[in-house]
């Protein structure tokens, strides 16, 4: 069992940065991928990227790519997703999760443990 918790999230300029925290608990988080998704009000739940367990393979959404940036330090059971250069766009709740696969998977039905959110506001 892992249980996550985001933290980091507010209200920034467009053009501003954020860096979101997720906080796991239990032995498995630092043995599997994890991944961050987002939700904006009247849509459904995105990709946003994800991180192999050793940190070694990443992937991202292509309406992030270049702007943001995901990593994990395992030995703190921590993920972290540094977001630049914000848009308005970019408002939604963001999510952290975790899966038992080492594979870096995309979609939020491979993923097994979720945290509540964060909510992210950029203003333009």
């Known amino acids: 069992q892992v249980q996550l918790v985001e933290s980091g999230g507010g209200l920034v300029q467009a053009g501003g940065s954020l860096r979101l925290s997720c906080e796991a608990s239990g032995r498995t988080f630092s043995s599997y991928a994890m991944g961050w998704f987002r939700q904006a009000p009247g849509k459904e739940r995105e990709f946003v990227a994800a991180?192999?367990?050793?940190?070694?393979?990443?992937v991202y959404a292509d309406s992030v790519k270049g702007r943001f940036t995901i990593s994990r330090d395992n030995a703190k059971n921590r993920g972290y997703l540094q977001m630049n250069s914000l848009k308005p766009e970019d408002t939604a709740v963001y999510y952290c999760?975790?899966?038992?696969?080492?594979?870096?998977?995309?979609?939020?039905?491979?993923?097994?443990?979720w945290g509540q959110g964060t909510q992210v506001t950029v203003s333009s």
């Open positions: 999760a975790s899966t038992l696969t080492t594979a870096t998977p995309i979609q939020a039905r491979h993923y097994n443990y």
């Open positions: 991180i192999s367990w050793s940190g070694g393979s990443t």
